[in-house]
């Protein structure tokens, strides 16, 4: 079962470590995956995560379940948009994670499978501590290409609908759309026009 969970997809701003957005698949008990996407703190050798799911996520049980999950460097911003949205109808290809009960998503460049060393809910934000026990590489990732960018950007905004003004927030899509206007291939045009349309209705929706 696939369930995304917008407020996993904000951008953290802690000092003390870098943030790199990403993909996680995680399961429970019965084996049911989840996909979503997160941007957990990690440390320079990739040896360590923080990640910060919210308690009412899907990530955040499966997680405080098993105990384990894959996090995923990925420049595939077309599922990562679906999964932003919750707009993904279909499992895409997976194989078995090597140290762990879980899965890992064919299209990443690199994974890393991670165990939960301790969890703090003292707060709505959790802070759960992991450490890497596997990784691995899949294939070259492809670049630092604007268009990635702007879908990933735009991804974040999607998700931010009920903080953000509406004029405020479209002004900001106008700056990514040229970027991917000009340097999009047919997944980061489709990506981007997905998210368009999400945020036409989430704000319809909320002034009807």
């Known amino acids: 079962m696939i369930q995304a969970y917008c407020q996993e997809f904000e951008i953290l701003q802690e000092a003390a470590g870098m943030i ?87 299209s990443a460049c690199r994974w890393y499978e991670f165990q939960i060393e301790s969890i703090d809910e003292s707060e709505a934000r959790t802070v759960m501590q992991a450490k890497v026990i596997h990784h691995g590489r899949i294939r070259d990732y492809f670049g630092l290409n604007r268009a990635k960018h702007a879908v990933l950007e735009a991804a974040i905004l999607a998700t931010r609908t009920h903080l953000i003004e509406q004029g405020d927030l479209l002004a900001q899509y106008q700056t990514l759309a040229e970027i991917v206007r000009k340097t999009a291939g047919p997944d980061e045009e489709t990506a981007f026009r997905l998210l368009e349309e999400f945020i036409s209705k989430a704000y319809a929706e909320t002034q009807s």
Do not use: C, Y
């Open 20 to 106: 790199l957005e990403g993909m996680v698949t995680s399961q429970n008990e019965s084996g049911e995956l989840n996909i979503a996407p997160m941007g957990p703190q990690v440390d320079q050798g990739m040896t360590q995560f923080i990640l910060r799911p919210f308690q009412t996520s899907r990530t955040f049980s499966n997680l405080k379940e098993t105990r384990s999950g894959v996090f995923h460097v990925v420049d595939d911003v077309l599922l990562l948009a679906k999964t932003a949205i919750g707009t993904l109808q279909e499992i895409p290809e997976t194989f078995p994670a090597e140290k762990i009960s879980g899965r890992v998503l064919a």
